[in-house]
């Protein structure tokens, strides 16, 4: 079932034998390492509510999207390194498999120190063009750049992740993440109550955490064995590898930074509700990144198995890996999803005590997180077409039924019945449309690709 080495990577044989029991092994480390990533800035947000002020709260909670706007093209860039070397270790090329990798490694770097660079300049201009309240404007923007100092990091723990993961092993990125996730609490704890440093003290533990991470994940890379060690001294971008990379990885990121646009501009309109409707729907929102993270898991389940299948020319392992993965993330996320919304009045409570806050949140929790699960549709299906090479196909019909749809339901249907509840709304619908137009299209492509896979073999 899987392979352990002398290192300690335990690799995950996706090509022989049975894939549900290999997808769990595969996805659950993901689920935990999603938690814990996103647990720095939940941790953030439970401290400045407990030890600093509901404007701190409401400061490092409105940075969420705008983080995820200005990092998510580099986040899909990553997917296609994935996708790249799953496709040579199916191939068993070698040779393309080094290049790969050192060409991972190089993009990681330059992307980090662009998006330090970037979060430091637009940080005081977008939140302001976020209307973001005025008694929490100048604390967001501290907290976004002092966040941004950690960008390199990031993305160096990004792109070594989605090296391992496309080996099969997801267990060593969530370990570096539980130690990581260590420090964030720990400094957030003394750098906020010892200190008193309220929203600076909760991004500095930010980036101290992210240091260490990336750290750890380098270690990793570089005592790899054989093909797979990424050697520091011999860094180098292949011009080939890096065109596939960005073929898969840029649709794939611009996905994502036209949802953070569309879910800004739902931002946007929330603040006009006030720093209470911030404050609450940002509590809320964190369980919904958490339900994601199940859904997540399994689409970067459904690329890797689905790449290395498809470089070995496993047509019918490809079509299992679909359903099995579609199954397991909406199975999941119903579950936490029902779980969280029953229960939540106690998972409210870990952000605030305040009854229109908690009104808010609750809001959300009911309108958007029940309903969450219906993404898998649209994810899973975008995965496997990834997976087979397609991934300029899924990315323009989620910009067309998920973040135009967004758009217009802002500025045409909100104005005629202005409310939180209306607002809210457009996720489920947007959910179902979009869920349906990728599913359709990868019914027809993947017909074509396995028809035409078969024939070269």
């Known amino acids: 079932m899987s392979q352990k080495e002398s290192n300690g990577a335990v690799r995950i044989d996706m090509l022989h034998g049975g894939i549900f029991r290999k997808m769990l092994l595969f996805a659950l480390p993901l689920i935990a390492s999603g938690i814990l990533q996103q647990s720095f800035n939940s941790v953030d947000i439970a401290v400045v509510w407990q030890f600093a002020s509901s404007q701190a709260l409401a400061a490092v909670g409105s940075n969420g999207l705008i983080i995820s706007l200005i990092i998510n093209l580099f986040i899909g860039i990553s997917v296609g390194a994935n996708v790249v070397i799953a496709h040579y270790i199916g191939q068993k090329d ?138 520091l001294r011999k860094l180098s971008v292949s011009r080939t590898e890096l065109r596939k ?115 808010y949140a609750a809001l959300r929790m009911e309108y958007v997180l029940l309903f969450q699960f219906i993404a898998s549709s649209y994810e899973i299906s975008g995965a496997a077409l990834r997976g087979i090479g397609y991934s300029m196909t899924p990315t323009v019909l989620t910009i067309f039924g998920t973040c135009l749809l967004r758009l217009v339901w802002i500025f045409a249907v909100v104005p005629l019945s202005r409310s939180y509840e209306t607002l809210l709304s457009v996720y489920p619908i947007s959910w179902v449309i979009t869920g349906v137009a990728v599913c359709t299209a990868y019914a027809i492509i993947r017909r074509k690709a396995f028809a035409l896979q078969s024939a070269s073999r």
């Open 94 to 231: 070698e040779k393309g498999i080094r290049n790969a990798i050192s060409t991972t490694a190089v993009i990681a770097v330059a992307s980090g120190i662009f998006l330090l660079a970037v979060g430091m300049l637009i940080a005081k201009p977008i939140l302001e063009a976020l209307d973001t309240p005025e008694d929490v404007i100048d604390l967001a923007v501290l907290y976004l750049r002092i966040f941004s100092i950690g960008m390199p990091f990031m993305m160096i723990y990004n792109f070594g992740s989605a090296i391992l993961r496309s080996t099969g092993d997801t267990k060593r990125p969530f370990y570096s993440l539980v130690i990581a996730g260590f420090v964030n609490v720990g400094l957030n704890l003394l750098l906020v109550i010892v200190f008193d440093m309220s929203v600076a003290g909760v991004a500095i533990a930010t980036v101290i955490s992210n240091l260490v991470n990336a750290a750890i994940i380098v270690y990793f890379l570089t005592h790899e064995q054989g093909i797979f060690r990424l050697n």
């Open 245 to 359: 990379i960005l073929k898969i990885g840029v649709p794939a990121g611009l996905q994502g930074m036209v949802f953070s646009i569309s879910n800004v501009f739902v931002l946007a309109t929330i603040n006009s509700f006030g720093s209470a409707a911030v404050a609450g729907s940002s509590s809320a929102l964190n369980y919904e990144y958490y339900c994601y993270f199940v859904i997540s898991a399994f689409a970067q389940a459904a690329v890797a198995f689905t790449s290395q299948n498809y470089g070995a020319g496993q047509i019918e392992r490809c079509k299992s890996i679909f359903r099995q993965s579609m199954l397991l993330s909406i199975a999941g996320c119903a579950f936490f999803n029902v779980l969280i919304v029953w229960q939540k009045d106690f998972f409210i409570g870990f952000f605030t005590s305040e009854p229109e806050i908690i009104r």
